[in-house]
């Protein structure tokens, strides 16, 4: 493994053991979120530690070398490619038709006062659906002129 590997992991350790000591130092009300982010940091970079432990080990080397390689064959395979952007455009379509049907529910249970302010909930789904089609659209249009 690459030495940004470690060096990376390093960092998360770092980072979670930061973000603990101001978690439990300080008393605010965001302790909670900062605790959960350094555990996750300290987790996150404890794994990656040891997955860089294991796989520079002499007798994992040879391993290692033919995991990436099939892993750099299995990035490069066209129908496996071809599935992934499949699977991406469906996602990205199920999420848009999800957010609007979103936007009609909780217009409908603001109207019937089931759900207070729900003004702000239908603004935020609107915008977040009007940036959805904008990013695809400009995403689009990039990888376009790409190949073109």
């Given at each position: 493994?690459?030495?940004?590997?470690?060096?990376?992991?390093?960092?998360?350790?770092?980072?979670?053991?930061?973000?603990?000591?101001i978690g439990l130092l300080t008393d605010s009300v965001l302790d909670s979120l900062l605790i959960g982010f350094a555990a996750g940091?300290?987790?996150?970079?404890?794994?990656?530690?040891?997955?860089?432990?294991?796989?520079?080990?002499?007798?994992?080397?040879?391993?290692?070398?033919?995991?990436?390689?099939?892993?750099?064959?299995?990035?490069?395979?066209?129908?496996?490619?071809?599935?992934?952007?499949?699977?991406?455009?469906?996602?990205?379509?199920?999420?848009?038709?999800?957010?609007?049907?979103?936007?009609?529910?909780?217009?409908?249970?603001?109207?019937?006062?089931?759900?207070?302010?729900?003004?702000?909930?239908?603004?935020?789904?609107?915008?977040?659906?009007?940036?959805?089609?904008?990013?695809?659209?400009l995403i689009f249009k990039h990888l376009l002129k790409k190949y073109e």
């Amino acid at each position: 493994m690459k030495k940004s590997n470690l060096v990376e992991a390093v960092l998360f350790i770092l980072g979670g053991v930061v973000l603990g000591g101001i978690g439990l130092l300080t008393d605010s009300v965001l302790d909670s979120l900062l605790i959960g982010f350094a555990a996750g940091a300290l987790c996150s970079g404890i794994v990656m530690l040891c997955k860089y432990l294991y796989w520079n080990a002499p007798k994992n080397r040879e391993r290692y070398q033919e995991k990436l390689m099939n892993e750099r064959i299995e990035l490069r395979d066209e129908l496996k490619s071809k599935l992934r952007d499949q699977s991406a455009r469906y996602s990205y379509t199920i999420g848009i038709v999800t957010v609007s049907v979103s936007i009609m529910i909780f217009s409908v249970l603001g109207q019937l006062e089931i759900i207070g302010n729900s003004r702000l909930i239908v603004l935020y789904l609107a915008g977040y659906l009007v940036f959805q089609i904008a990013l695809g659209i400009l995403i689009f249009k990039h990888l376009l002129k790409k190949y073109e």
